[in-house]
């Protein structure tokens, strides 16, 4: 072998160490952030989890592994009279549920016309919905009491301190970013589909309810995950407009807990939280795959 050759060959392994070395250490970097990022997110989780099972009732001097760890907080929050749990459970389930039905009912027809129809005022619609959206709920408070307040004297299961009432308010603001994002995913879409099917003599309704439809699963469980999520979560909604604890949601009938004795029923308070967690898990597993293709194909066109 030539001095040329050897030295050729010497800078190749040199240069192949050096991306060896590169990728060792990119690697190396990769999997302490994903360690130092899942410690983060765990942590809170994990905190709480241990909270629960702590009889002590206090966050004062609370470690990851409680000591003497028993199901007490649990058997007070299940058998306490004055706090029904499983009412308010049920409650924000009846209301997350409904919810979910009609925004995705409203979204489906709303995101299909401004997508497949050429009409005026199409684009400003769109965009007022999204303006809309741009204000919190906090500046609407007043106005969705009073509204509640003047409906209730006619329709009594739409008024205030009804879960009708409540479901009423959450369905107004249903369009917005939702109807935006469905919109994009049926832009994905090609009109060839629609065309083919009315030269075949479908109508509109049966284009759209047989053919269209369930080429959106995804983005249907998309918008029907984060309406769902949404409305359980909520807190300062029903907080307003709720005033019965039969009424509560999940979220407002946790703070009673906190209300009297601030300190001393933090156990009990991580307990409901926990057990509130188990119809959004299972909401989420059931339709996990549909929501990644739909939350990643619905965001490629507006």
């Keep these: 072998m030539s001095t040329s050759n050897r030295a050729e060959h010497r800078n190749l392994n040199e240069r192949q160490g050096v991306v060896v070395a590169n990728r060792r250490r990119n690697l190396i970097i990769r999997l302490v952030i994903l360690i130092l990022g899942s410690i983060f997110a765990l942590y809170p989780i994990i905190y709480v989890i241990s909270a629960s099972f702590d009889p002590r009732n206090t966050l004062v001097g ?83 009491y009073l509204l509640l307040d003047q409906i209730g004297n006619i329709i009594p299961w739409l008024g205030l301190n009804t879960l009708g009432g409540l479901i009423l308010v959450y369905c107004g603001g249903a369009l917005g970013a939702n109807a935006f994002l469905m919109k994009g995913y049926f832009d994905t879409i090609p009109h060839e589909i629609d065309e083919s099917a009315k030269v075949d003599g479908a109508t509109e309704w049966i284009t759209f309810y047989q053919i269209i439809l369930p080429l959106i699963r995804p983005i249907l469980a998309v ?77 490629v066109k507006g």
Excluded: C, H, M
């Design 62 to 144: 609370a470690s990851i592994i409680p000591p003497n760890a028993s199901l007490e907080n649990y058997t007070k929050l299940l058998n306490g009279t004055q706090t029904p749990i499983l009412t308010w459970l049920k409650n924000s389930i009846v209301v997350s549920t409904a919810t979910t039905v009609i925004t995705l009912f409203l979204t489906t027809l709303a995101a299909y016309s401004l997508s497949r129809f050429r009409y005026y005022g199409r684009r400003s619609t769109l965009l007022a919905t999204l303006v809309i959206q741009v204000f919190p709920t906090v500046v609407a408070l007043v106005a969705f």
């Design 223 to 299: 918008v029907g995950i984060l309406s769902f999520v949404g409305t359980f979560n909520d807190f300062l909604l029903p907080r307003v407009l709720l005033r019965d604890s039969n009424t509560f949601t999940l979220a407002v009938g946790l703070t009673t807990f906190l209300d009297n004795g601030f300190s001393q029923r933090w156990g009990v308070f991580a307990a409901g939280a926990l057990i509130g967690v188990i119809p959004i898990t299972i909401v989420f597993l059931l339709l996990q795959t549909q929501f990644v293709s739909g939350l990643a194909s619905g965001a």
